[in-house]
Nanobody, 125 residues
Framework: QVQVVESGGGSVQAGGSLRLSCRVSGYSSRRLYMAWFRQAPGKGREGVAHIDSDGSKTYRDSVKGRFTISKDDAENTLYLQMNSLKPEDTAVYYC???????????????????WGQGAQVSVSS
């Protein structure tokens, strides 16, 4: 059973940085494609960054140049480094994953079978 657990959320002032981690258990992250989503208060969940098993990365436009997704397969862990944070980045951030070989449409929630519980990120102005 694949499980993913986020950690590393918190509060920071605008312009600051945070790093989120997502630990995978029950399966090798080498054979997963993974992503970060977020959900701001009163809004739907949106894809932020995606990484394929070959390391290819995709970002939503609003975070390009500020956020970096990476994966350490030796540690079975996914990361999201967030720099130059803005108040509009405030949200609950979710780690999502699915096994390579499953049908994938990046940033479509139904493409990811495994979800974490979420980590709160709050950015003040």
């Amino acid at each position: 059973q694949v499980q993913v657990v986020e950690s590393g959320g918190g509060s920071v002032q605008a312009g600051g940085s945070l790093r989120l981690s997502c630990r995978v258990s029950g399966y090798s992250s080498r054979r997963l494609y993974m992503a970060w989503f977020r959900q701001a208060p009163g809004k739907g969940r949106e894809g932020v960054a995606h990484i394929d098993s070959d390391g290819s990365k995709t970002y939503r436009d609003s975070v390009k140049g500020r956020f970096t997704i990476s994966k350490d397969d030796a540690e079975n862990t996914l990361y999201l480094q967030m720099n130059s944070l803005k108040p509009e980045d405030t949200a609950v951030y979710y780690c999502a994953a699915d096994r390579v070989g499953r049908a994938l449409i990046r940033f479509v929630e139904a493409s990811y079978a495994y979800w974490g519980q979420g980590a709160q990120v709050s950015v003040s102005s």
